[in-house]
Every structure is written in C-alpha cells, then in structure tokens.
C-alpha cells in the first residue's frame, strides 16, 4: 500500500561512498533496498568525501554532490510517471570527491572491493581537531577501582585507554567497469542494484557437483 503514497525514496547524501563490499552493510543503500521490497522505486546517494584528506567539508560539498545527482533523479521520476521505470532493481551513486570536476555519469556494476578496518591505540591529545573518518573508542576503569602499575602493585590512578578505529588500508581496485574503480576516476556512478546477490558461476558449479555427494554420504552414516 505504501507504494500508492510514494513515488521515490531517495537514501542519503551517505558520508563516505557505498561500494563494493560495503553495499551488503550499508545503512544508506539498505534504506533504499527497503522501499524496493516494498515496489517503490528508490535511490542511495553517497559522496566520497572521506578521501579529502587535510580538506575541511562544508554544506557547498554536499551541495554540489546534491546537484549532481538531481539529473539522475528527476530522469527516474520522469520514467516512472510514464510507468516506464523498471520494477526489478534500484540506483546506487556514488559522487566523486572532485564532484566540481567530475567525468560524468558512468554506468557500473558492483565491485568486490572492500576496506580492512583496525584499530590503532592513540591518546586523547591525537584526536582533537582531527578530520579523518575514525571511531573512537574510550577504556578506563570504574571509579574507586585499584588499577596494577609497574610502578606500584595498588594505585587508584585513573587511567585511560583510547582507540581509534580507522582503515589499515585502501581496497583493492577491481576492474574498470566496477563501481569503485569507476568512482576514484573521477566518474559519478551509477550501479542498478537488485534484492539478490548470486554466486558466481563457477562457485555454482563447485556445490552442484559436491552437493550429491555430501547426501550419500550423510545417508550412509544413518
């Protein structure tokens, strides 16, 4: 019934891009999966601004990435009211971090890529001012709690302990047709997206022959 009342969902502007492997956790593309499950057409918006290193952000930058987009998105609401918009899939755009410089819209599929996170021990001084796209965790005692030193086998001293979590290294870059790939050349991406995410044909092949197998065995053991 939804779908009566809503012509598009449009998910984002997302802080950092959705691509590859973080399609499949990301809160951005999983708002516009959802109002596809429920027959509404819809979008995901992410802008790679993460990559602006030692750059300050400010509303221009997603103002740009806005305008940017808004081709893409008047054209979708112009095909579905001529109900000419196709049912079986979603957008996902992605926005370089040159939006102002951009390529042009390129057409891509979903890449493989995906980022390695770890966390790095800091202290507290090292995160102030900080512009990168780190998490933040704090550790420290309960009050009152005796704390082991080198220095003294009691203490009471607080002490604190902070992580940062950030990425241990950029994602390998798939092959040129891939959204990521795509996305660092400068291109506004454009990746049709759908509810399933198949096997690859090989994988396929592998358990069609190792299934009936597993079955005789397991039926033997019965």
């Known amino acids: 019934m939804l779908s009566l009342y809503i012509d598009l969902?449009?998910?984002g502007i997302n802080l950092g891009c959705n691509c590859g492997y973080d399609i499949v956790y990301s809160g951005t593309v999983g708002g516009a999966r959802e109002a596809f499950f429920h027959g509404i057409p819809s979008v995901a918006v992410s802008y790679d601004c993460y990559n602006m290193v030692g750059q300050k952000l400010n509303v221009d930058d997603f103002t740009l990435c806005a305008e940017a987009?808004?081709?893409?998105?008047?054209?979708?609401?112009?095909?579905?009211?001529n109900k000419t918009y196709p049912q079986n899939c979603f957008l996902n755009i992605n926005v370089p971090r040159e939006v102002a410089n951009n390529k042009g819209y390129r057409l891509t599929k979903q890449g493989k890529c995906f980022y390695k996170m770890g966390w790095t021990q800091v202290t507290s001084e090292a995160q102030e001012g900080t512009t990168s796209p780190t998490k933040v965790m704090e550790i420290k005692p309960p009050e009152n709690t005796e704390v082991c030193t080198e220095e003294s086998a009691?203490?009471?001293k607080e002490e604190h302990l902070v992580f940062k979590l950030d990425t241990a290294e950029p994602p390998a870059v798939d092959n040129d047709d891939t959204d990521y790939s795509s996305l660092q050349a400068g291109y506004i991406t454009v990746t049709p997206l759908s509810a399933l995410s198949p096997a690859e044909i090989d994988s396929v092949a592998f358990f069609k022959k190792w299934l009936p197998g597993v079955c005789e065995r397991f039926s033997s053991t019965l």
């Open 69 to 81: 987009s808004i081709s893409i998105i008047t054209a979708m609401l112009s095909e579905i009211k």
């Open 154 to 156: 009691l203490s009471t």
């Open 9 to 11: 969902v449009v998910s």
